[in-house]
């Protein structure tokens, strides 16, 4: 089993807005193994605050609000659930392959969750799964067939994770 390296880290979080690292963690984890990344990857989040995303999705993006996730990909497989192994792929300090970053608002996590009448866990979980799906090529803003793929993907895997 490939072992992947899951780095989250809040900033400008206040403590009661801190979402679970550890499920976060796993969440990001378990959606790799069931996509089947056998190459040994490796995976940052940061979990922050509206203000912060809204300057992000703004310098991005071109968008000036806030958003729920962001997915700053560092590859572009050839096609969806397919990493790159190939040359320069990989940290050659580490030996993994950087697939990139999640950014999660905290703020919006909770909003949601109340709004969609569903636990914060539960939002963290769907938002971290979505974005890592887009890291590794999965995409729903383009096609009706990737937007349907994309769907039942997060569920398999939310299913597999027991949420």
Known sequence: MPIHKIYARHSG?????????PL???????A??????????????LITNDQVMRWM????????????VLSFPMQTP????RVYT?????DPETGTIPLGEIVISAQRVIIQAKENGQSREK????????SLLHLIGY?????????????????DILREIGI
Do not use: F
């Open 78 to 81: 050839e096609e969806p659930g």
């Open 13 to 21: 979080v206040g403590a009661g807005d801190r979402l679970q690292i």
């Open 24 to 30: 976060i963690k796993y969440c990001v984890r378990t």
């Open 123 to 130: 939002e963290a979980a769907y938002l971290s799964v979505h």
């Open 57 to 68: 999705n703004n310098e991005y993006r071109g968008i000036d609000d806030t958003t729920d």
């Open 86 to 90: 190939g040359p320069g792929a990989r």
């Open 139 to 155: 995409d729903h803003t383009d096609e009706a067939d990737g937007k349907r793929l994309m769907r039942r993907k997060e569920k």
């Open 32 to 45: 790799l193994l069931h996509e089947h990344v056998s190459e040994p990857c490796e995976v940052s989040v």
